[in-house]
């Protein structure tokens, strides 16, 4: 009695794989186009806009190979949702962009202690040129 009723469940699990395929195989291809155009849209989020609003449309562009125009919708506001894969692009860009930015930070400031440096050096160097030097009106009496 057990095999019948394991041989009738096998029967009907068959069925239904088979009914599957058939309504497959005789969808209508519109209906299969429409499955193709489906993408996934999701807001941007509002953090990663902000922290790209810091930086140039020409440099998040060449950095993310993006369209300028496209680059300029996104931080414009005009595109609200877009696919998680450009979402996940553009953070890795803004990492990239923040870390040359701090590079640029830390050369500038290895600049301008160099320069308060030489700045130093010659104010010493022309106070010894003038301690060397006389004052041609200086008078006995001081």
Same mark, same amino acid.
């Given at each position: 009695m057990r095999i019948n009723y394991y041989k009738l469940q096998f029967a009907e699990h068959i069925a /239904?794989?088979?009914?599957?395929?058939?309504m497959v195989l005789?969808? /209508?291809?519109?209906?299969?186009q429409n499955l193709s155009k489906i993408s996934w849209s999701v807001p941007f989020?509002?953090?990663l806009l902000a922290r790209l609003r810091g930086f140039s449309a020409v +440099?998040?562009?060449?950095? +993310?190979?993006m369209y300028?125009?496209?680059?300029?919708?996104i931080l414009k506001g005009t595109r609200m949702r877009? +696919?998680?894969e450009v979402i996940e692009l553009l953070q890795e860009v803004l990492k990239k962009l923040e870390e040359e930015d701090q590079?640029?930070?830390r050369e500038a400031a290895k600049i301008n202690f160099m320069i308060k440096g030489f700045d130093v050096l010659e104010q010493k160097n022309i106070k010894q040129r003038l301690n060397r030097l +006389?004052?041609?009106?200086?008078t006995i009496e001081e």
């Amino acid at each position: 009695m057990r095999i019948n009723y394991y041989k009738l469940q096998f029967a009907e699990h068959i069925a /239904n794989i088979i009914t599957v395929d058939i309504m497959v195989l005789f969808r /209508n291809k519109d209906e299969k186009q429409n499955l193709s155009k489906i993408s996934w849209s999701v807001p941007f989020p509002p953090d990663l806009l902000a922290r790209l609003r810091g930086f140039s449309a020409v +440099s998040i562009a060449k950095a +993310s190979g993006m369209y300028l125009d496209d680059v300029f919708d996104i931080l414009k506001g005009t595109r609200m949702r877009t +696919s998680p894969e450009v979402i996940e692009l553009l953070q890795e860009v803004l990492k990239k962009l923040e870390e040359e930015d701090q590079r640029l930070e830390r050369e500038a400031a290895k600049i301008n202690f160099m320069i308060k440096g030489f700045d130093v050096l010659e104010q010493k160097n022309i106070k010894q040129r003038l301690n060397r030097l +006389s004052d041609p009106y200086k008078t006995i009496e001081e």
